[in-house]
């Protein structure tokens, strides 16, 4: 009886081992439900709320960990990898190593989104950016998810490189990294993360080295 006992410990232990083996640094594994939600602000409020504050128009790009040049970060899942609609940034350590450190904001922007929503997506952030090209205007946005903490609430308006969250692991979905979106197409659904229809999504890391400060 004892013997088995000890057995059967030593067993789920194993399963256990093997299991979290498969708990990846990026989201490939599990893609994440396609979760709508009701954008808080619709596109009049948005151009209202960046017309009386133009000092929050952007100012160019810079990444969201490692401030600002992503440094001692790496990209664990590239945009485009496997129909990824963004990127897995994660601490060179690797594994959890980087669960709570910092994430800022890419750019300039109002805050529009901060919820945490379910099955695979855990504390998301969504950012609306306002930029401006000779004269004309193109709306951006940027979607931060899996965060530990959110440091952010709807309609604050953020500069570039504030601290709008840190690192998670979406409840233990994944081992912690930041699964990062830019999008030229605001206020979509959530979506499902993984998609061959790429309609609305910028490759986010290709977008930040061409517009740096
Ligand atoms: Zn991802």
Redesign the pocket.
């Known amino acids: 009886m004892r013997i088995s006992l000890k057995y059967n410990i030593l067993l789920a232990i194993s399963i256990i081992g093997i299991l979290s083996f498969y708990v990846e640094d ?3 594994h599990q893609p ?1 439900t396609d979760a709508f939600n009701d954008p808080m602000f619709d596109p009049v409020q948005i151009d209202s709320i960046f017309h009386f504050n133009p000092e929050f128009y952007t100012n160019g790009f810079d990444f969201p960990v490692g401030k600002p040049n992503a440094e001692r970060y790496y990209l664990a ?1 590239k945009f485009g990898n496997r129909n ?5 940034w994660n601490g060179v350590g690797g594994g959890n190593t980087d669960l709570g450190d910092p994430v800022y904001a890419v750019s300039n922007g109002v805050v529009t989104f901060t919820e945490d929503v379910c099955c695979g997506w855990g504390n998301v952030i969504r950012v609306i950016h306002k930029l401006e090209n000779n004269q004309q205007y193109q709306y951006l946005e940027s979607v931060y ?2 965060l530990d903490r959110i440091d952010v609430r709807p309609g604050q308006l953020i500069k570039r490189g504030d601290l709008i969250g840190t690192i998670g692991n979406a409840h233990g979905a994944y081992k912690a ?1 930041l ?2 979106e830019l999008r030229d197409f605001i206020n979509m659904s959530l979506g499902p ?2 998609s061959d229809d790429h309609f609305g999504y910028l490759d986010p890391s290709q977008f930040i080295h061409a517009n740096r400060p």
């Open positions: 990026r989201c490939d994440m899942s990824h609609l963004g990127e897995d998810a899996h990294h699964h990062l993360g993984y």
